[in-house]
């Protein structure tokens, strides 16, 4: 292999590294696809397990100002979906700037940002007004647990 072609596919590969269009339209298509899979098994699980993780998963009755109002479903899913697109962005975001994390550690990185959404199963549950699942369930946390890291598993595909 002699220098420039050498060059040709560092270059290559690092310009697949980069938010151009081509990528922000699959952390789009991925940060949607993820949410929306997400939201229809967590409520298939709850219809099945009685565990309400769905109904968590969209619960914003203890926030200040989003509480106070009567959201309709489709409206908390959307809102559900904004914050599963702002997980895909901030994994291919810390993706394209942390090179360690570039081939199969794609996945390691995927694990972490994952593991905020899932511990987040705990102040959701303790500040929740409405009755949803209890933080010392441990079932519905394994439930929430499991569906978030196979949510993680497709973080990879956005980039």
Same mark, same amino acid.
């Given at each position: 292999?002699?220098?420039?072609?050498?060059?040709?596919?560092?270059?290559?590969?690092?310009?697949?590294?980069?938010?151009?269009?081509?990528?922000?339209?699959?952390?789009?298509?991925?940060?949607?696809?993820?949410?929306?899979?997400?939201?229809?098994?967590?409520?298939?699980?709850?219809?099945?397990?009685?565990?309400?993780?769905?109904? *968590?998963?969209?619960?914003?009755?203890? !926030?200040?100002?989003?509480?106070? /109002?009567?959201? &309709?479903?489709? %409206?908390? $899913? @959307?809102?559900?979906?904004?914050?599963?697109?702002?997980?895909?962005?901030?994994?291919?975001?810390?993706?394209?700037?942390?090179?360690?994390?570039?081939?199969?550690?794609?996945?390691?990185?995927?694990?972490?940002?994952?593991?905020?959404?899932?511990? *987040?199963?705990?102040?959701?549950?303790? !500040?929740?007004?409405?009755?949803? /699942?209890?933080? &010392?369930?441990? %079932?519905? $946390? @394994?439930?929430?647990?499991?569906?978030?890291?196979?949510?993680?598993?497709?973080?990879?595909?956005?980039?």
């Amino acid at each position: 292999m002699n220098g420039l072609q050498l060059e040709t596919s560092v270059s290559t590969a690092q310009s697949k590294m980069k938010m151009n269009g081509k990528t922000f339209y699959k952390a789009c298509l991925i940060g949607l696809i993820n949410g929306i899979m997400l939201g229809l098994i967590m409520k298939w699980v709850e219809m099945f397990s009685g565990k309400q993780v769905y109904t *968590l998963l969209l619960n914003v009755d203890f !926030l200040p100002v989003f509480g106070a /109002v009567s959201w &309709s479903e489709p %409206t908390l $899913f @959307f809102f559900h979906l904004l914050f599963s697109l702002a997980i895909t962005f901030i994994y291919v975001f810390f993706l394209i700037r942390w090179k360690i994390f570039r081939g199969w550690h794609k996945h390691t990185l995927a694990v972490f940002a994952i593991i905020p959404a899932i511990m *987040l199963y705990f102040p959701l549950s303790a !500040l929740s007004k409405s009755e949803v /699942v209890l933080p &010392s369930d441990l %079932t519905a $946390f @394994f439930l929430w647990s499991i569906l978030h890291l196979i949510y993680a598993l497709f973080l990879p595909k956005a980039i």
